[in-house]
């Protein structure tokens, strides 16, 4: 077994366990973090194929996974504003229970 093939064997574990999360889970904040493993395994994946290049000098993969970041930063605060809004609204988290958004 290659040393990618392990890498990519624990972001396709890290992916599920954030799809698991996200698609099971009723709770906004949990709902959430599983959007942030999986946004991890994609940047595990990024540096994983950057490192095991042809190329691994040219950062490529630094770059992509910096851009990701930032991303998933801009994500986050936005969820959980989002999240805190919903709250102080219906008083609860939990996404079963906040069945439409009007205003």
Same mark, same amino acid.
């Given at each position: 077994?290659?040393?990618?093939?392990?890498?990519?064997?624990?972001?396709? $574990?890290? $992916?599920?366990?954030?799809?698991?999360? *996200?698609?099971?889970?009723?709770?906004?904040?949990i709902?959430?973090?599983? =959007?942030?493993?999986?946004?991890?395994? *994609?940047?595990?994946?990024?540096?994983?194929?950057?490192?095991?290049?042809?190329?691994?000098?040219?950062?490529? %993969?630094?770059?992509?996974? =910096? $851009?990701?970041?930032?991303?998933?930063?801009?994500?986050?605060?936005? %969820?959980?504003?989002? =999240?805190?809004? =919903?709250y102080?609204?219906?008083?609860?988290?939990?996404?079963?229970?906040?069945?439409?958004?009007?205003?």
């Amino acid at each position: 077994m290659t040393p990618l093939t392990g890498y990519l064997i624990l972001s396709a $574990f890290l $992916f599920a366990i954030g799809l698991g999360g *996200a698609l099971t889970r009723r709770n906004a904040i949990i709902v959430l973090i599983g =959007i942030e493993l999986m946004l991890n395994a *994609a940047n595990l994946n990024f540096i994983a194929f950057w490192r095991f290049s042809e190329h691994p000098e040219a950062l490529t %993969g630094i770059m992509f996974v =910096i $851009f990701s970041i930032g991303v998933a930063a801009a994500e986050a605060a936005v %969820g959980l504003a989002l =999240i805190i809004a =919903i709250y102080r609204h219906y008083k609860t988290a939990n996404l079963d229970e906040v069945n439409r958004l009007k205003g």
